[in-house]
């Protein structure tokens, strides 16, 4: 592996592009939330495959969101790119996106009569709303915090 300067610089690097990814991410889960709505019902084969790609990328975008990611990274980078401002950073964002989950989950099932969303409809947007809401906030306050 070629050196491209300090554990220091090669960590501001990489929490800087973290914080540009992010929002792309997001941009992709709504992405995924529109193909997913845009298509109907889902008993083609390729529907499955569009709801496990979701599932998949969700599941992805959680565990970035909870661990800090960076898993295939030396433990001294991985310690340095989750120092205690972006743990608090990724606190904050994750409280964000549980509760924009659960208002989302609180107007689905007072919106039920007007809308008429099946189950997994429903789960779709409490879990895209939330892992959103927690994307964006997680990079604008990292975002603000590298200056």
Same mark, same amino acid.
């Given at each position: 592996?070629?050196?491209?300067?300090?554990?220091? %610089?090669?960590? %501001? @690097?990489?929490? $800087? =592009? =973290?914080? =540009?990814? &992010?929002?792309?991410?997001?941009?992709?889960?709504? +992405?995924?939330?529109?193909?997913?709505?845009?298509? *109907?019902? *889902?008993? $083609? +084969?390729?529907?499955?495959?569009?709801?496990?790609?979701?599932v998949v990328m969700s599941a992805v975008v959680l565990f970035v969101l909870t661990t800090?990611?960076?898993? &295939?990274?030396?433990? %001294?980078?991985? #310690?340095?790119?989750?120092?205690?401002?972006? =743990?608090?950073? @990724?606190?904050?964002?994750? %409280?964000?996106?549980?509760?924009?989950?659960?208002?989302? *989950? +609180?107007?689905?099932?007072?919106a039920q009569g007007a809308w008429q969303l099946t189950v997994g409809e429903s789960i779709?947007? +409490?879990?895209? #709303?939330?892992? &959103? #809401?927690?994307?964006?906030? &997680?990079?604008s306050l990292e975002r603000r915090g590298l200056g």
């Amino acid at each position: 592996m070629v050196d491209s300067g300090s554990s220091a %610089e090669v960590a %501001e @690097r990489l929490g $800087r =592009r =973290r914080a =540009r990814l &992010f929002p792309v991410l997001g941009i992709f889960l709504l +992405i995924q939330q529109s193909a997913y709505f845009g298509h *109907g019902g *889902g008993e $083609r +084969i390729v529907d499955h495959v569009r709801v496990g790609a979701w599932v998949v990328m969700s599941a992805v975008v959680l565990f970035v969101l909870t661990t800090g990611g960076f898993w &295939f990274r030396g433990s %001294e980078l991985r #310690a340095m790119l989750n120092d205690e401002s972006t =743990r608090a950073n @990724r606190a904050a964002a994750l %409280e964000l996106g549980f509760v924009l989950a659960m208002a989302t *989950g +609180i107007v689905l099932y007072v919106a039920q009569g007007a809308w008429q969303l099946t189950v997994g409809e429903s789960i779709h947007l +409490i879990v895209t #709303a939330g892992l &959103f #809401a927690a994307l964006l906030r &997680f990079s604008s306050l990292e975002r603000r915090g590298l200056g």
